[in-house]
């Protein structure tokens, strides 16, 4: 399961739910909360936590937070639709050893155990 920050935009949530992912969203759910209960929250229920934030990466790199796994996206709106595709074809695809830490541009995914 995902959970999407609050940052990520509708279209991104909408696509991954028509291809048959389940997502709860942070925007949808608990907007507003902070950072530390987004963690909280992603690890309690062992979400894979989808993104647009870079401060998760502080928390995953600099704060060592354990057992987080992070997608974070980085994209110019006019590339919505490149990295929609790109997250799709990384989520079906790759099976991801948990914790992980992915970067996903469109054009380049890179992913780091944790």
Do not use: C
């Amino acid at each position: 399961m995902i959970l999407a920050d609050e940052n990520i935009p509708f279209e991104i949530i909408k696509s991954l739910r028509e291809v048959e992912f389940e997502v709860t969203s942070i925007y949808e759910l608990k907007r507003g909360i902070k950072d530390e209960q987004v963690i909280e929250m992603a690890m309690k229920y062992d979400y894979l936590l989808l993104t647009e934030d870079k401060d998760f990466g502080e928390w995953v790199f600099a704060h060592h937070v354990k057992g987080l796994s992070v997608i974070f996206l980085r994209y110019s709106f006019s590339e919505l639709q490149e990295i929609i595709q790109t997250l799709i074809y990384l989520l079906k695809n790759k099976t991801l050893q948990r914790p992980v830490f992915v970067t996903i541009t469109p054009q380049k995914i890179r992913i780091r155990q944790l």
